[in-house]
């Protein structure tokens, strides 16, 4: 049975990986900058909002930042315990198999395309401390298998017809024709697709979207056991003959033993639609994408959120993850993984809580 691999570090690994992540990310902003790429340098107020969330960090990595980073400003938390929680239910998604709420599971590699490779390398390494900040589980090694595809490109539509035809289980879960038809239909100039993968008591894993319509012949469950499907490919918007997926469990409903994680997000970025804007607003709303699955990535949450970038005339807009997206990462990634949706939602809003009252 394969286990779930996962790294954690030590808090001297910590401080300096942070302060590698700094040198990378200022280095290939102005190696970039000089290549006059079409999105524009990290600011001073992005090294402001470093140390703001640094302050969210544990000690030894909030010290480390404090003493390099540019000078800082006061950081004053405001909210209640429901405006958390309200935060949390709006962002937090259940998936379709479980209901539950997904996260990185496996070790996180991201790898960035249609940028230059300065930027492309500022991205990627921004993300994995992102990802070290929320507490998810990140792949150091230089030769690791992506699991994270940036992608910049002018044509996403036919980028996606791409996908939906040759790697169709990157689209995240269908159940027909017209949804896989749905899915693969870029929408934003931003958006992710996610494919996730559930595991039971016993260890069985196997992807959430466990079918194939390539010639309407065969449909997996979730042991990997085939069956007649009686849908085709032609048949637009007829629904897959959908078989039961098989869970081992506790039989508690509260706590069931099953939990879901991403086996592989797909951001795909429009470049002719972004042309001109700030990198770093712009990775860090692709790390939130990356390591959480935002229900609603286009309404406006009800604390300033980077999330709220993409959202129309809204009054808590940032220019850089805050302090609330930090908190909501973190509580993610430390939530019981095989709690029903309920129970997940809440205790988010509850360590966001505990996080933040402690700032205020």
Same mark, same amino acid.
Request: aromatic letters at 8%.
């Given at each position: 049975?394969?286990?779930? =691999? ?12 942070? !302060? ?13 900058? #000089? ?54 239910? &709006?962002?937090? &998604? ?10 990185? !599971? ?8 249609? +940028? ?8 990627? #390494? ?93 449909? +997996? ?16 918007? =007829?629904?897959? &003959? ?12 509260? =706590? ?30 692709? =790390? ?45 990634? #430390? ?8 129970? #997940? ?16």
């Amino acid at each position: 049975m394969e286990q779930v =691999s996962r790294v954690w570090f030590t808090p001297q690994q910590k401080v300096e990986l942070w !302060e590698r992540w700094k040198a990378c990310d200022y280095a290939n902003a102005r190696k970039a900058e #000089q290549q006059r790429s079409s999105f524009r340098r990290p600011s001073l107020r992005y090294f402001i909002a470093v140390v703001a969330l640094a302050l969210m960090l544990p000690a030894p990595v909030a010290t480390a930042a404090a003493e390099t980073a540019a000078p800082s400003e006061s950081v004053t938390v405001t909210g209640s315990r429901r405006e958390f929680h309200d935060f949390s239910r &709006t962002l937090a &998604t259940p998936t379709k198999v479980t209901g539950k709420i997904a996260r990185w !599971e496996r070790r996180i590699c991201p790898i960035v395309v249609g +940028q230059n490779p300065h930027y492309a390398a500022f991205i990627a #390494q921004h993300l994995k401390y992102v990802a070290l900040a929320a507490g998810a589980p990140v792949n150091t090694e230089a030769s690791c298998t992506p699991n994270i595809d940036i992608v910049f490109t002018t044509t996403p539509q036919d980028l996606l017809n791409t996908v939906s035809r040759d790697d169709q289980h990157y689209l995240g879960y269908f159940s027909s024709v017209a949804e896989k038809s749905a899915l693969a239909t870029v929408t934003r100039p931003i958006q992710a697709w996610y494919a996730t993968e559930s595991t039971d008591i016993r260890g069985r894993r196997h992807l959430d979207t466990g079918r194939s319509i390539v010639g309407g012949t065969a449909v +997996q469950n979730f042991n990997g056991l085939t069956g007649p499907m009686g849908d085709t490919a032609a048949s637009a918007g =007829s629904a897959l &003959t959908d078989m039961a997926p098989f869970f081992y469990t506790t039989g508690n409903h509260t =706590s069931d033993g099953v939990h879901t994680g991403f086996s592989h997000v797909l951001i795909v970025i429009d470049s002719s639609k972004l042309a001109g804007q700030d990198i770093v607003p712009l990775a860090d709303y692709i =790390s939130m994408l990356a390591l959480s699955q935002i229900n609603a990535p286009d309404a406006c949450l009800n604390l300033p959120s980077i999330v709220n970038t993409m959202a129309r005339s809204c009054d808590h807009s940032a220019e850089a993850l805050t302090m609330f997206d930090l908190a909501y990462l973190q509580a993610l990634y #430390q939530i019981t993984a095989d709690r029903n949706i309920r129970a #997940q939602r809440s205790e988010i809003g509850d360590l966001m809580t505990d996080r933040l009252e402690k700032l205020k």
